[in-house]
């Protein structure tokens, strides 16, 4: 059984953003850009999956220009087996990397393909639920616990009501959330060996996937910032001013 | 046909807060309808509530066994079907939204914007990326408007409506590959929802255990507040998920959030933005917390809580 797994190029989770100017965007300009972190989780748990025997081949896919294979390289030494880079230098929007993934899919034909939830850059909470639907396959996001059992995954989900469970046959489609697992900690010898791992490079037109209409983003703005308050000195001064204002 | 679908967030019996709040945004759109769905096993006492929200036109009732749980890929082919009569069709984001709705605009072919945080046009949002670090102003594609709203920024509409009810049929093949196991809740008790609550008592990681959180439930006990906590609590199992708030919990604006041994990552403050009043409570005087609150108090949380509760 193979796996796919996705990985995108993201700015650092570390990073406090700028908003340009005149509001065409944030600034990237020597950001420190690192693996989305929600992706991480899901290489690790592609990871898990063969350590235990479940699987037999990870495959780490990345969509975007030629710097992106950095995070596939991260994918790489931290254990999956190859790499495919769907080189482009276009934005791609969730739409058209679901149909990018199920062209992958179709060709690899993974039992799982897992996915971070979101990415933390344009968090659109899509791509997943996206190939799901193209390939009409079984989704379950928001993922804290997989278990697969032969041709069906066990997944426990985060929800708002709490934790739900959904049993789904394979192939499927699996977004993570944070609590699924810790990503381990990549060694420089795996670093070294990572090297030597093939990278396969594709392009959108090789895989014949039609760029679906995009959301256009017309401009980029810092959000409304919140008054600075004050400090209080005592608990009697904040019930006095909780008070006032018919708080409690 | 310039209408719009709202999707009905339910658990069979009552109709979730976040529809109200997504009618709200769905009737800023200036068209001719704002219809709502509910897709349920009955389903028929949701379908009434939802009725009673100002400015629905018509509430569609789509009765299936298969809908007795939301599961996105069972409701996705039914809301595509019904799809064809609106030009926009929206969700609350809540993971209920979430889930469904890029599985419904994929099938049809169209993007999906998520997050909707104001509406310029019937065609032009504003939602935030970045952890709502940068607000970002998008057009949508031609076509179907798929959105999912963000509740925070809305208000839900009022209860004076009184739109009929129409029960539905849609015949669509459904997969058989996915089915619902079970739900875990925390089981809140007489607590608020945390996403309704006009007050929320918010405890971090310096609340330090599981135990000590009841220091934190006590006093939203006395406040009749909903209970938070930031990721670094529920992370370290002082309490379940369903309480987290923040960029990847869940995002609240209550009139009243306090917020005690939370630091303030930017991701935890992503999801209390729109909060009225924020109260934080912590021992570091330079926790980042202190940036947006409107009240600040540096000091020890349980005597605080503690002589809060005995002001109160």
């Known amino acids: 059984m193979k796996i796919l797994v996705g990985v995108k190029r993201v700015v650092d989770y570390n990073v406090r953003i700028q908003v340009k100017a005149d509001g065409s965007g944030v600034a990237t300009d020597g950001v420190k850009m690192s693996m989305n972190p929600f992706d991480e989780i899901a290489v690790e748990e592609a990871l898990r999956i063969k350590e235990a025997g479940k699987a037999e081949e990870v495959i780490a896919v990345t969509i975007g220009p030629k710097v992106c294979q950095e995070q596939l390289r991260t994918a790489l030494a931290m254990g999956a087996d190859r790499a495919i880079h769907v080189e482009t230098d276009d934005d791609i929007q969730p739409l058209t990397g679901a149909r990018i993934l199920k062209a992958l899919a179709d060709k690899e034909e993974p039992k799982i393909v897992l996915l971070g939830k979101q990415a933390i850059d344009d968090d659109n909470n899509q791509t997943a639920q996206m190939l799901g639907a193209l390939s009409h396959w079984p989704q379950a996001t928001f993922a804290s616990e997989v278990e697969i059992n032969g041709d069906t995954a066990l997944v426990t989900r985060e929800i708002d009501a709490g934790l739900e469970t959904l049993s789904v046959d394979l192939p499927a489609v699996i977004s993570v959330d944070l609590r699924l697992n810790e990503p381990r900690y990549v060694k420089l010898p795996d670093i070294m060996k990572a090297k030597r791992k093939p990278i396969e490079t594709v392009t959108v037109a090789d895989l014949n996937v039609e760029v679906a209409g995009s959301v256009k983003v017309l401009k980029t703005s810092a959000p409304a910032k919140r008054q600075a308050g004050i400090k209080v000195d005592s608990v009697d001064e904040l019930v006095a001013v909780l008070k006032e204002k018919g708080l409690i | ?312």
């Not at chain 2, 995002?251 to 933005?273: D, N, R, T, V």
């Open chain 2, 1 to 312: 046909m310039s209408k719009v679908l709202v999707i009905a967030e339910h658990d069979g019996s009552q109709l979730n807060g976040s529809t109200a709040r997504a009618v709200a945004c769905a009737s800023e759109l200036g068209l001719e309808a704002v219809d709502v769905v509910v897709l349920a096993s009955d389903g028929s006492s949701v379908a009434d509530q939802a009725a009673k929200l100002t400015g629905v036109s018509t509430v569609l009732l789509v009765q299936n066994p298969v809908n007795e749980h939301a599961v996105a890929a069972l409701l996705a082919p039914q809301i595509e079907a019904l799809a064809v009569d609106y030009s926009h069709v929206f969700a609350p984001s809540t993971t209920f939204g979430k889930d469904l709705m890029p599985r419904v605009a994929a099938h049809l072919g169209v993007p999906q914007i998520s997050d909707i945080m104001r509406v310029e046009s019937s065609t032009v949002f504003d939602r935030p990326v970045y952890a709502g670090n940068a607000v970002v102003t998008v057009e949508a594609a031609e076509g179907l408007v798929v959105g999912t709203v963000r509740t925070a920024s809305y208000s839900a509409v009022t209860e004076e409506g009184s739109a009929s009810v129409e029960v539905r049929g849609v015949s669509v093949t459904l997969p058989s590959h996915t089915r619902y196991e079970g739900l875990k809740t925390s089981g809140g008790g007489d607590r608020p929802d945390l996403q309704a609550a006009a007050k929320v008592v918010s405890g971090g990681r310096g609340v330090g255990s599981e135990e000590n959180f009841s220091a934190i439930y006590g006093l939203a006990d006395k406040l009749g507040a909903g209970v938070g906590a930031s990721r670094a609590a529920v992370d370290a199992g002082f309490i379940p998920n369903d309480h987290q708030v923040g960029q990847t919990g869940k995002i609240i604006a209550p009139e009243l959030y306090m917020a005690f041994g939370i630091s303030g990552a930017i991701q935890h403050l992503a999801g209390i933005k729109d909060a009225g009043t924020i109260v934080a409570v912590n021992k570091d005087a330079d926790a980042p917390i202190f940036e947006v609150a409107d009240y600040g108090l540096v000091g020890d949380l349980f005597e605080v809580i503690e002589e809060l509760e005995k002001a109160l």
